[in-house]
């Protein structure tokens, strides 16, 4: 089991640590409400992650091959939602509205991850690499490789949302708050047209 944590966390550390949805989402947010006010949506998202993966180890994918083309909705849906997500931030009032202005939810995250078709072809191709036919417990292999998929997640999004929270705390004044919510939204953005194209 050691071997195969090691060999699973270098499989995933590039995937896992690379700019891509999730961890744009909760650097943005950790730049704008800080790190305290993401921790409900990491939650939401990591215990869907959690359910996901599971899921999928135990053979989701075979559903989703029969149907593509609730695959190819899930993509549509997911980059709508995180382009509504950008425009969320983007209207975000200034620093001196904190009290109005709010941080992702625990919903936000679990939906972020929920319609992130992407994350569940990453999630089916470590199995086909990991998960070995022939063990003798299966489901115990799936709750392994399930369980080190979402921890080393949760740690890479948390790397994200402290980076994000380190400029949160270097800029903290009006002048700058309009700027970050415009540079964070239009990272968000960038982010679901690429999940549409991807």
Partial sequence: MIETSIALVIFLFPLAYS?????????????????????????????ATLLVTAIIGFGFMTAMDTYPKVFAALKIAGALYVLWLAWKMFRSGK?????????????????????????????????????????????????FITTVFTLNNFIAFM?????GDVIFRSFHNDATARWLNTVFSAILAVVAIWMLLS
């Fill in 95 to 143: 620093l001196e509205g904190q009290e109005t202005a709010q941080g992702a939810s625990f919903m936000d995250g679990a939906v972020l991850l929920l319609l992130n078709p992407k994350g569940y072809v990453i999630i089916a191709l470590m199995f086909t690499q990991f998960l070995n036919p022939s063990e003798d417990d299966i489901t115990r292999a799936v709750l």
């Fill in 19 to 47: 700019p891509g949805p999730g961890n744009m989402f909760f650097a943005a947010n950790g730049a704008r409400f800080g790190l305290r006010a993401t921790l409900w949506a990491n939650l939401g998202y990591h215990i």
């Fill in 159 to 163: 790397v994200w949302t402290l980076v």
